[in-house]
């Protein structure tokens, strides 16, 4: 029995040394400074596909743009809109956006303000947080929705895309 009582005690002892936490070692001496190079400034390198393309930045200019139009697409989303852009001042907005099986989006003027104009026209509406955000890039514009869930049924907004609006046309898809 005391050979037992002594192993126990042995074991305890052995299990208690290896939690124990090791010495901090002392710091390390400092390293003896080394003449530093000068480096060279960083340069942006365009990318092999943009060389020797002439490219500007898009201008900054007032949104106009008119639209009422509706669209479906192939996997059967189906779509209104109906939109008002004048000098960025947004007159009339209101958009749907049916999803089969998932639910469906809608959006009034009423329910926002906007908050911008330039460089892209912001709607925000306040009680749920959902910003609209309105822009022209080249002949398209494009109405994207952030946060908007509030404005949707079941689970659509997960798959909510984008309004793009053929600017010359007003067709929309």
Not at 68 to 76: T, W
Request: glycine fraction near 6%; proline fraction near 9%.
């Amino acid at each position: 029995m005391a050979a037992r009582r002594g192993r126990l005690l042995a074991l305890a002892a052995l299990l208690l040394a290896a939690c124990a936490t090791p010495p901090v070692p002392p710091p390390a001496e400092p390293l003896p400074p080394e003449e530093v190079q000068a480096e060279e400034p960083l340069r942006s390198q365009p990318l092999r596909h943009l060389l020797g393309r002439n490219l500007k930045p898009m201008p900054v200019q007032a949104l106009n743009v008119r639209t009422r139009c509706s669209f479906r697409d192939e996997i059967g989303t189906r779509g209104k809109l109906d939109l008002h852009v004048s000098d960025a001042v947004v007159k009339r907005f209101a958009a749907e956006v049916n999803m089969p099986g998932k639910g469906s989006c809608r959006f009034d003027l009423k329910s926002f303000e906007q908050t911008e104009k330039l460089p892209t026209v912001l709607l925000t509406a306040a009680e749920s947080g959902c910003k609209v955000r309105i822009w022209q890039q080249e002949k398209g514009v494009t109405v994207a929705f952030n946060g908007c869930a509030a404005q949707c049924t079941g689970d659509s907004f997960s798959y909510l895309w984008p309004i793009l609006v053929d600017a010359r046309s007003g067709r929309c898809f």
